[in-house]
């Protein structure tokens, strides 16, 4: 079955701080991995893609195929970092994303 | 450019009646999907419709269906609703190129049923 885990609910960090939020999936193909970020009171917005291997904000995310990660990483967290990150798949070429049950990011000044 | 809109914001209906969510699109996307979001599912896919054919369905009953007009813009209806139905129902609408790919959600509709 296609399955996005994210087996944090909550990670807390001090700025300037490493932040590594994970993800990990189950899925037998090729998929598309994506990771979304919704501040609070705003709309859940696309963070960055596996398929571009762009930074975003200082977030970079590699899919490790022989782990099934997907892991976002940003090596110095900043206060305006804190918000609600999910872990999303896309199983085909369609917009059908599976998402995990997210991490709040907490980063303390 | 404008950000996808989604009326209305808020519902309140009772066990039993049916609903209908609208999407408007950015201009220029074409593919519009539909997500549940609740405290204890988290986010879940409903549907996907490009240039007004369903592409994609999620696991939800009948009971939840959609349709695309010609200018994108997307509805969801809702019948028969349960008290398990009440939730956040959030459109996205998206446009992919050769080079890049564009995605943005909109604000929601929180639906709650009693």
């Known amino acids: 079955a296609q399955r996005v885990t994210q087996p944090e609910k909550l990670l807390s960090v001090f700025k300037g701080a490493p932040v590594e939020l994970k993800c990990n999936y189950s899925?037998?193909?090729?998929?598309?991995l994506f990771w979304y970020v919704q501040y609070s009171r705003q709309r859940l917005q696309l963070l960055l893609r596996?398929?571009s291997r762009e930074s975003i904000k200082g977030f970079t995310a590699d899919l490790n195929k022989g782990e099934t990660s997907f892991h976002l990483k940003k090596p110095f967290a900043q206060e305006e970092d804190s918000a609600m990150y999910y872990c999303a798949l896309d199983p085909g070429d369609t917009d059908k994303l599976i998402f995990g049950t997210g991490t709040r990011l907490q980063v303390f000044p | 450019k404008a950000g996808v809109t989604q009326t209305p914001r808020y519902l309140i209906k009772t066990r039993g009646q049916q609903v209908t969510l609208s999407c408007s699109p950015i201009?220029?996307?074409?593919?519009v999907s539909w997500y549940q979001q609740t405290p204890g599912q988290g986010l879940q896919f409903l549907f996907e419709?490009?240039?007004?054919?369903?592409?994609n369905k999620g696991n939800f009953p009948g009971r939840f269906s959609g349709r695309q007009f010609s200018n994108s813009r997307s509805e969801m209806n809702v019948s028969t609703l349960e008290l398990g139905d009440s939730a956040l129902y959030l459109c996205?609408?998206?446009?992919?190129?050769?080079?890049?790919?564009?995605?943005?959600f909109g604000p929601g509709t929180r639906l709650t049923v009693t």
């Open positions: 899925y037998s193909g090729s998929p598309e």
């Open positions: 419709y490009f240039s007004e054919t369903q592409r």
């Open positions: 996205a609408s998206s446009r992919t190129s050769l080079s890049s790919y564009e995605q943005y």
């Open positions: 596996h398929i």
């Open positions: 201009s220029g996307h074409r593919s």
